[in-house]
């Protein structure tokens, strides 16, 4: 190191050459990402660990150690809740993963009117959710006169009770749940299918391959990708279901829509003499870190894909 | 695909693929030979070529799985909706007990009045626009600036404060629900609460590490030339952020505001907790809490009117709509 | 130059000023304006009220103000609901002056969330006249008033729709006394209309609730204390007779609405939608219906008190309202004297109660529905014949229950852990009314193993 060098590091230390060298103005660009993320994600998520460890009710707080974790673990309707949202995540994938991929495929080689086709799938998108789910809460009316059952007996079915069943309250959350979402997985799917690069359509059809093995052979390897990855988002994103369960059923019947979030919910604010607080983060701090590994899996997948 | 709202899915759509892979420009001419290429050809590659279209047995299959799929979704998607406004504007009796009857004993026009005068969806849709406008500006703003300085300004520190934001997008929302609305009843310094209050929305709202992110690594393909020449004509931080970088920067704007947009508008949890004032609430916490009160044919017509201004913001800007959701997962295969 | 450069500035510290903006406004010393005058907002409608509904409760609160010019009320919509409260509670998004069930009552005033009033109660004319244990149940270990008895004392009753029995050819003046003839006409009138017999709230704690109240009408009770010590008897027998009816109304008889989301406003809204005939909820209920549901006189409503056998009874509850801790003195004051007008005076103070019943009557509003007092037998006897010119309730459709409110036993609440409790319990409600082979003892005795679990904490 050179004398010249210590000389020019010192002189950088004053604060005037640190607001000419851009500091100041760097900060300030900071400033909003601070405040914002210092308030409202970093200091929550040490709090949530935390509080995890505590016992509050806002006016007294004490440490209570593993006790709240204890207590979810002890709390039977926990395997009942995670049995749940597996469940919803399976009909889900049942639901919501072949159906709009087959769609898409076909979309894909429609000649005229193509926007009109993913318009019309996106069109429950954009509906608000929250009418989705009460206007749907009005077609699974369990009287023979309700909407469905109406449909149902055109064609000589006995009225169903859908939600009101602990059978097919589940499925009936998640048909709703598939509704309002297939359009944006077929965009996505539609999107991949694009991408698929021209020449190797052409190189199939050099070797004599026909419709079908081209979807088979060329399509269908290309969406690998893809498809691994919805399949995670959604996995991530149904583990997190609450709207469906909170407006339709309210967990019901007999705790047969009861999700883990609901649970968390529930204990934090559904007890009309304060929430507990320790519990619900201590839930959701084990919810966490099922989640962690699933997007760390994620990440590590759209990482190698896309550079690959 | 939500992000903004702290109780969206813990993991947005794939952020690595979302940021140009070339430099705007060159990747507009790339895409402008390709599609001139492509116009040539007709029409753009898929599976199925212009011959195999040609043979009679493609040709019928396929043009009647069209059809077929056409009329799927109709009934599927768009069925619901041609209900829904039926039952808009039909008695609530006709509902509950000929629910499929078409307008057995005449039309209910007044459902619809009612539902705009009585329910007042007219000021909770007022307070769902002001929502979303507050929380796309919020998120805008800290995106822009977090990611020009991670990835233009790279301060000393640029390294430690990326690590921070990209944490975030480990941790899933529902951890946040607990403290994040304990922080928000007493916030830090000022010790006051942010319930019944937009601030209270959108704030936490800016909080996304998904945005940063994406726009950072949209910055970080900017051409660096294009900065040194305007510091060399004396550009200072704040002009090459505000005259040469967001300008260059309009189409991930775009999607940002799409998915801050649409994650406001379907948000209910958050809202639901902290608009406690039925004055604030939008329209997403406000139905829920009049359907066990309102009378069926009023509530439909709420629901209806609710459902139309979004839809029509969809056919109107379609194009925009379905290329971010397309984004969602524009992942390469 | 300068002009970006200030605008990015200005951009940054929008959000730092946002911080501030929202803070320096919701810092306002709540309620207290420099002209002296007291801002203090109070419990009003549920959300979802009919217009005339606001009409008149807007007009009650210009009387208020008119005689009160130093305070300003401010109606909020307020709805008490076991899974919203305590967000309610913990935001301080409360108004001053709520309203709590009285079993609730004991906790929150241990935990230090009841504003102290006994001053501003003391200064009531009336405060020696209720009756003593309603009064101490809003009174904590330390002999101070926090909450002070309002509306009134509801008992659960049968109510029942009265066309649809005629159209089954059942006489609407003899309604069912015992469980089993209410299965009866369940079926009859299902099998003659097609529309549900009977239905039973389900949905969260309501659920629970009305199964307590079933219970103690067939003689059980799902709480028993001895000296200190709390014992759960979820498995009493009333209980598993109840579900058992329940379950047979369901999968016998096919007769009850097949429903496990109805709570008490959607109950009442499936009623007033004619698509029930008969359910249980507490005796006030139909001015929620004229309020809420848009019910009228003519619509053919009927009331009668819940059957009864082996000694059982009606359920009892009432509600209490409280102030918040946050409220100011002059808000405690201002407080105090709007529960005073708005829920007792009607009850003691003859022009009082008329305006009220006349103002209620022009709008439409329920008059006369029958209660069970807070004040003394004679004094509730007294206030409706102040106001009988205005009443315009069907009293005739209501004799089942009127001829023995005040003769059935009455059987309270149960005090520790209620609303775990129902929460334990609704459930079981949900599974008997879906599970064609639900267990009902096994299910009952892992409920009651925890709700034991719960008093021994």
Same mark, same amino acid.
């Given at each position: 190191?050179?004398?010249? &060098? ?41 709090r ?17 150690? +593993? ?7 002890? &709390? ?27 769609a ?55 009225p ?12 009936s ?6 509704? =309002? ?14 991408a ?20 088979? @052979?060329? /399509? ?6 893809? /498809? ?7 996995? *991530?994103g149904?583990?997190?279901?609450? !709207? ?11 705790? =047969? ?52 | ?6 109780l ?17 420009a ?12 492509? #116009? ?32 799927l ?29 078409i ?8 459902? +619809? ?21 507050? =929380?796309w %500006? ?37 951890v !946040? ?20 209050? %937009? ?10 590490? %998904? ?31 505000? #005259? ?26 958050w ?21 066990a ?15 139309l *201004?979004?839809?029509?913001?969809f056919?109107? %800007? ?16 | ?24 406004t919701d ?80 906790t ?25 244990? /309603? ?5 904590g ?5 926090y ?13 029942y729709?009265?066309? !649809? ?76 007779? @109840?579900?058992?009816?329940?379950? &047979?109304?369901?999968f ?10 109805l709570g ?73 004297k ?7 005076s009607?009850?003691?103070? $003859?022009? $009082? ?29 007294? #206030? ?6 205005y009443?315009?309730?069907? /009293? ?14 009455? *059987? ?29 003892? =096994? ?15």
């Amino acid at each position: 190191m050179t004398t010249d &060098d210590v000389v020019l590091r010192r002189h950088r230390r004053t604060p005037l050459t640190w607001v000419r060298g851009g500091g100041l103005s760097a900060l300030v660009f900071a400033l909003p990402l601070l405040l914002i993320f210092g308030v409202f994600s970093w200091l929550p998520i040490v709090r949530a660990v935390v509080m995890s460890f505590q016992k509050t009710n806002l006016i007294t707080t004490s440490w209570v150690g +593993l006790q709240n974790f204890q207590n979810v673990f002890a &709390d039977p309707l926990l395997p009942v809740a995670t049995r749940n949202t597996l469940w919803f995540a399976l009909l889900a994938l049942v639901f919501g993963y072949p159906i709009p991929l087959v769609a898409a495929v076909l979309m894909r080689e429609v000649r005229r009117a193509k926007g009109l086709y993913s318009a019309l799938a996106y069109l429950p998108v954009v509906v608000p959710p929250v009418v989705a789910v009460l206007l749907w809460k009005f077609f699974y009316d369990p009287r023979p006169e309700g909407v469905f059952n109406t449909i149902l007996g055109w064609v000589g079915i006995p009225p169903q009770p859908w939600l009101q069943s602990m059978t097919m309250a589940m499925p009936s959350l998640v048909l709703e749940a598939t509704w =309002a979402a297939a359009g944006g997985t077929v965009i996505i799917y539609l999107a991949a299918l694009t991408a698929v690069p021209p020449e190797l359509y052409d190189a199939a059809e050099v070797d004599g391959a026909g419709v079908r093995r081209k979807v088979w @052979h060329v /399509l269908v390897p290309q969406l690998r990708g893809v /498809l691994f990855i919805t399949l995670i988002l959604q996995v *991530i994103g149904t583990a997190q279901v609450f !709207l469906e369960p909170y407006l339709f059923t309210g967990g019901g019947p007999a705790n =047969a829509t009861v999700t883990i979030l609901l649970l968390i919910y529930r204990y934090a604010f559904g007890n009309s003499l304060g929430g507990n607080y320790g519990e619900a983060t201590a839930l959701s701090l084990l919810l966490a870190v099922f989640l962690a590994v699933m997007s760390l899996v994620y990440f590590r997948l759209t990482r190698r894909w896309s550079t690959s | 695909m939500t992000t903004t709202s702290p109780l969206g899915p813990a993991s947005p759509p794939t952020v690595l693929d979302a940021a140009p892979s070339e430099a705007p420009a060159t990747r507009d001419a790339v895409t402008r030979v390709r599609r001139k290429a492509r #116009s040539d050809d007709g029409d753009d590659r898929s599976a199925v070529s212009v011959s195999d279209w040609r043979r009679p047995s493609v040709k019928w299959s396929l043009g009647t799985s069209h059809w077929l799929l056409l009329v799927l979704l109709v009934v599927w998607c768009v069925g619901p909706l041609l209900l829904l406004a039926k039952f808009a504007v039909t008695p609530t009796q006709d509902i509950l007990r000929t629910p499929m009857a078409i307008f057995p004993n005449g039309i209910a026009w007044s459902n +619809l009045s009612e539902a705009w005068n009585d329910v007042q969806v007219s000021k909770y849709f007022v307070n769902t626009i002001v929502l979303a406008a507050g =929380a796309w %500006f919020s998120q805008i703003l800290v995106a822009t600036t977090g990611g020009y300085l991670l990835s233009v300004l790279r301060p000393r520190y640029a390294r430690a404060l990326q690590a921070a934001v990209l944490a975030t997008l480990f941790v899933p929302a529902v951890v !946040l629900l607990v403290p994040l609305y304990l922080t928000v009843l007493d916030t830090p310094v000022f010790h006051t609460s942010l319930v019944n209050s %937009f601030w209270g929305v959108w704030l936490p709202a800016g909080a996304s590490a %998904f945005n940063v992110v994406l726009v950072q690594r949209f910055f970080d393909n900017l051409p660096r030339e294009v900065f040194e020449a305007a510091r060399v004509d004396g550009a200072g931080p704040y002009r090459l952020f505000w #005259s040469i970088v967001l300008p260059m920067s309009k189409p991930i704007l775009g999607v940002v505001s799409i998915f801050a947009v649409i994650a406001s508008w379907k948000d209910f949890l958050w809202p639901l907790l902290v608009l406690r004032n039925p004055d604030l609430q939008p329209l997403s916490v406000r139905l829920p809490s009049i359907e066990a009160t309102t009378d069926k044919g009023v509530l439909m017509a709420a629901l209806a009117i609710s459902t139309l *201004i979004p839809i029509v913001l969809f056919l109107v %800007f379609q194009r925009m709509f379905l290329r971010g959701a397309g984004l969602g997962g524009a992942v390469k295969g | 130059m300068r002009s970006s450069r200030t605008t990015a500035l200005a951009m940054a510290g929008v959000l730092s000023l946002g911080l501030l903006a929202a803070c320096s406004t919701d810092d306002e010393p709540s309620g207290e304006e420099s002209d002296g005058k007291v801002t203090i907002t109070v419990a009003g409608l549920q959300p979802g009220a009919e217009t005339e509904a606001v009409d008149a409760l807007n007009a009650r609160v210009a009387e208020f103000e008119e005689a009160n010019p130093d305070i300003d009320v401010e109606p909020e919509e307020y709805n008490w609901l076991a899974s919203t409260f305590s967000a309610q509670l913990a935001g301080g998004t409360l108004p001053n002056v709520f309203e709590i069930p009285l079993t609730d009552a004991k906790t929150l005033i241990e935990n230090g969330q009841l504003a102290d009033i006994s001053a501003e109660f003391d200064s009531l004319s009336f405060a020696d006249d209720f009756n003593e244990n /309603l009064l101490e149940s809003g009174t904590g270990s330390d002999g101070k008033v926090y909450a002070i008895p309002a509306k009134s004392i509801y008992g659960v009753a049968l109510h029942y729709n009265r066309n !649809l029995f005629e159209q089954a050819g059942l006489d609407p003046d003899q309604p069912p006394t015992t469980w089993d003839e209410v299965r009866e006409y369940a079926k009859t009138i299902h099998d003659a209309t097609g529309v549900a017999g009977y239905a039973t709230m389900a949905l969260d704690n309501a659920g629970g609730w009305q199964l307590a109240a079933a219970a103690n009408s067939r003689g059980g009770v799902i709480q028993e204390q001895d000296g200190d010590e709390y014992v759960a008897t979820l498995d009493d027998p009333a209980v598993k007779d @109840h579900l058992q009816w329940l379950h &047979d109304l369901r999968f016998t008889d096919n007769s009850i609405l097949p429903r496990t989301d109805l709570g008490w406003g959607e109950i009442n809204e499936a009623f007033a939608g004619g698509q029930l005939a008969m359910y249980t909820s507490g005796s006030d209920v139909y001015n929620a219906l004229v309020e809420n549901n848009g019910m009228t006189e003519d619509w053919g409503y009927g009331l009668t008190a819940i059957p009864s056998s082996n000694g059982g009874g009606a359920l009892t509850g009432g509600t209490l309202a409280a102030v918040t801790q946050e409220s100011t003195d002059a808000q405690k004051d201002a407080a105090v004297k709007w529960i005073d007008f708005w829920y007792l005076s009607k009850m003691l103070d $003859q022009d $009082q109660a008329v305006a009220d019943a006349q103002l209620r009557n022009e709008n439409g509003q329920a008059v006369g529905t029958p209660v069970l007092p807070i004040f003394s037998e004679e004094q509730y006897a007294t #206030s409706l014949e102040w106001v009988k010119d205005y009443v315009n309730v069907p /009293l005739d459709n209501m004799k089942g229950y009127t001829d023995v409110m005040f003769t059935q036993p009455s *059987i309270g609440e149960i005090s520790a852990s209620t609303q775990d409790t129902y929460a334990l319990l609704f459930p079981i409600v949900q599974a008997v009314l879906t599970d064609q082979n639900a267990d009902i003892d =096994a299910l009952l005795e892992t409920a009651n193993t925890q709700g034991q679990a719960l008093l021994d904490q």
